[in-house]
């Protein structure tokens, strides 16, 4: 998995591609956890991540109560498979998702 990280004025947003699973949810935790701490608005952009296991859905759960008492968590570019795994957690009614 690679992660790129663009930032403007007080947002971040964060690019991980590829698969998000146990191998690899740390780093992009910890990616997470830093940018959260500098910004008060964060985009996750999904545009090229093919996959998502539960290791990935506990970073987003993590991504959304670090930004819910700022500007909040912007998830975007879903592919299906990926919302499909969100919508059947719950997930997709407690957060801010944009297809």
Same mark, same amino acid.
């Given at each position: 998995?690679? &992660?790129d990280v663009l930032t403007e004025d007080n947002t971040c947003t964060i690019r991980p591609k590829g698969w998000i699973d146990s191998?690899?949810?740390a780093e992009l935790d910890g990616v997470v956890v830093k940018q959260a701490s500098l910004f008060e608005k964060?985009?996750?952009d999904f545009a090229e991540v093919e996959y998502i296991s539960s290791a990935?859905?506990?970073v987003i759960v993590n991504a959304h109560r670090a930004m819910e008492k700022k500007q909040g968590l912007l998830i975007k570019n879903m592919n299906s498979s990926v919302f499909d795994i969100?919508?059947?957690t719950g997930f997709d009614k407690k957060l801010n &998702?944009?297809?």
């Open positions: 998995m690679g &992660i191998s690899n949810a964060m985009v996750l990935g859905l506990r969100i919508k059947l &998702i944009e297809k």
